[in-house]
């Protein structure tokens, strides 16, 4: 059986950094998303649809905007109750706030509470798709897989390993932390929709024998992800070159230890040096860009051009960032751009959100476009949420300045409607 989803529809086939926006999107007022089972089999115009697919079955969402579901690259789940916590920079943060909390997930049944809650708020934020950081219990992993099972939903996520500078009970060992993400990763990897991410937190927390350690299991595996966290405040930055003397930089202090790779994910990456630039670019590694967290937390202001020579996905950072949602992402990322003399189009951050987080994934194939195979995890966006979104979006003389105001201005509110799996979900 074929289903229509109805609406507005807008679609990517190119990168819009790379590529003029208007030549990289396709835009059909009156378009629609065909879906069999939990695939998309086509997208664009309405009409074209219905002579392609005969007795479909119809859903209409009238003049709401469908898109790919939104794709969240970089978020710490165990710290969705901690979000908006005020007052600390990266390092007191993790003392004050995180690791307290995180403790707290050596009960199961806590972290079991936790992944559905933050799984559903992404949802009723339209984020169909993430990447987590667990903490150092391996049932903290089982939780984020067994609730994004229940709700059908492609996530990506890894057991957090730290061996020194967090306290006693949040830290590993070399051994177990190489030991626990193996076996982390044999249970769950290519698992229905799950992905094990091997996750080292950031150099400061894992001994170079830990990193070394967990540079093998990757080099042992490398069809998974490495995600972790690179030059994001200036004093992290000199904590890491007190704890490794000897490292070119920071980015160094991964390479030297076999975790620097195209499939690795390297959070937040503000401050970085000319030759980590370089290296990035030259091993086709993933940036991932965490606007309200990096504003939140005081960090800096990441460089957007990047994402002309380098593969940039956008993540909230919940709960260093202050919002569940990708649209606030969306707007805290135009608003940091501008910061750094550069307007980003709408095209651009709707991207970002979606195919340029997926790519950041190595999914794109899976998620984050309308392309025939992809899954048909779906958000529908109404662009005239609120008073305010809607007296704005009214004077619109095109799809562009009616999208505009919802990223800048829109919340869970504006969410219309979710699929995951090509089935509707609540929101």
Known sequence: MTTLIKGQVLAFHADPFSTPWADATRFYAHGAVAIQGDRIVGSGAVDTLRDRFPGAEEVDHSDALILPGFVDAHMHYPQTAIIASWGKRLIDWLNTYTFPEEARFKNTTYATEIAERALDL???????????YCTIHPASVDAIFTAAKARGMAVWAGKTCMDRNAPDDLRDTVQSAHDDSAALLANWH?????????????SPTSTPAQLEALGA?????????MQTHLSEQVDEIAWVRALFPSARDYLDTYEAHNLLGERGLYGHAIHLEPREIDRLREVGAGLVHCPTSNTFIGSGLFDIGLAATHRVGLATDTGGGSSFSMLR?????YEIAQLRGRALHPAQLLWLATEGSARVL?????????????????????????PAIAQRSNRAGDIWEAVFPTIMMGDDRAVRAVYVAGEAVGT
């Open 190 to 202: 290519g698992v229905g929709r799950a992905s094990y991410v091997i996750t080292p937190r950031f």
């Open 329 to 333: 992402t969306m707007a805290a990322a």
């Open 122 to 132: 992404a949802l009723a934020n339209g984020t169909t798709s993430l990447c987590s």
């Open 362 to 386: 190595h999914a794109v194939n899976e998620v984050g476009t309308l392309a025939e195979g992809s899954a048909a995890d779906l958000v529908v966006l109404d662009l005239a949420s609120t």
């Open 217 to 225: 299991l990757w080099a042992a595996h490398p069809d998974c992800l």
